[in-house]
C-alpha cells in the first residue's frame, strides 16, 4: 500500500515508466514518484546545475510573466506601504525578484540549494511567488505546510507548475515532456490545486493553464 504524500490517501498504481513506479490518487490527483526512485539530493542538485535561468533573457521574462504581471497588478492595486515579498524557490537565476526590484519592490529570495538562508523562513510574507518548484517537492505534504505557514493572515500565494489535466491517461502521460526531468517528482492536477485551497481554507484562482493564485 502506498499512500498519497499529499493528503494520505491511498493511492492506485498509475503507469511505470522507464522504471519509475508513478501513483495516483483518487482523493486529490496528484500523480507522484515512488519515494524510494526519487533522486538523491546531490543529484537533484546537479540537475539544477544544467539550468540556465538568466533574469535578462527576455524569453524566460516572458515564460514568467503571467506570474510577475499578476503580482505587480496585485502590489499596484493594493498599495501596501513596504509589503514582505518573498521568491520561494529563487534557483540559480533568480528573475522574479529581478523583474520586482526593476518595479521598486523588495524581495526575499529562498531555495534550499542557491540561496538557503533559513531566515527568510522565520518571516510571514503579504506575498510569495513559488514557481516550477512544487513539481520538485519529494514530501509535498510537508513542503505545502511550509510553504502556506509563511503567509500573513491576508497573505497571497502564486504557484506556477505544469499540470497533468491533459495527460492524465497512462499513454499521454508517459509522453509528456514534463516527466522527463528527473527531479519532477510530483504532478498535479487543477484538481490538485482545489483540493491544497480547500485543505487549508483558501480561494483558489486558475490565471492560466499553469498558474494558480491562492487567497
Known amino acids: 500500500m502506498v499512500l498519497c504524500r499529499l493528503c494520505s490517501a491511498q493511492t492506485l498504481l498509475f503507469c511505470v515508466y522507464k522504471e519509475r513506479e508513478y501513483h495516483r490518487c483518487p482523493q486529490c490527483f496528484l500523480i507522484q514518484l515512488r519515494r524510494s526512485q526519487c533522486p538523491s539530493f ?23 510573466s503571467p506570474v510577475t504581471n499578476a503580482m505587480l497588478e496585485w502590489l499596484d492595486t493594493e498599495q501596501r506601504q513596504n509589503p514582505q515579498i518573498l521568491d520561494f524557490g529563487a534557483g540559480s537565476g533568480p528573475t522574479i525578484s529581478v523583474v520586482l526590484e526593476e518595479q521598486g519592490w523588495k524581495v526575499h529570495n529562498y531555495d534550499p540549494f542557491f540561496f538557503p538562508d533559513r531566515s527568510a523562513l522565520a518571516r510571514r510574507y503579504d506575498l510569495i511567488s513559488c514557481t516550477e518548484v512544487v513539481e520538485h517537492f519529494y514530501e509535498p505534504q510537508r513542503a505545502w505546510e511550509l510553504l502556506m505557514s509563511l503567509r500573513t493572515d491576508h497573505g497571497q500565494v502564486v504557484v506556477m507548475t505544469q499540470c497533468s489535466d491533459a495527460h492524465f491517461t497512462a499513454v499521454d502521460f508517459q509522453a509528456w515532456r514534463y516527466i522527463q526531468e528527473k527531479s519532477h517528482v510530483a504532478f498535479y492536477h487543477s484538481k490538485t490545486m482545489f483540493w491544497i485551497a480547500k485543505h487549508y481554507g483558501l480561494q483558489v484562482s486558475r490565471l492560466s493553464p499553469s498558474v494558480f493564485w491562492f487567497s
Do not use: C, I, S
Open 42 to 64: 546531490e543529484d537533484e542538485q546537479a540537475e539544477y546545475m544544467l539550468h540556465r535561468n538568466d533574469p535578462h533573457d527576455q524569453g524566460y521574462r516572458r515564460f514568467l
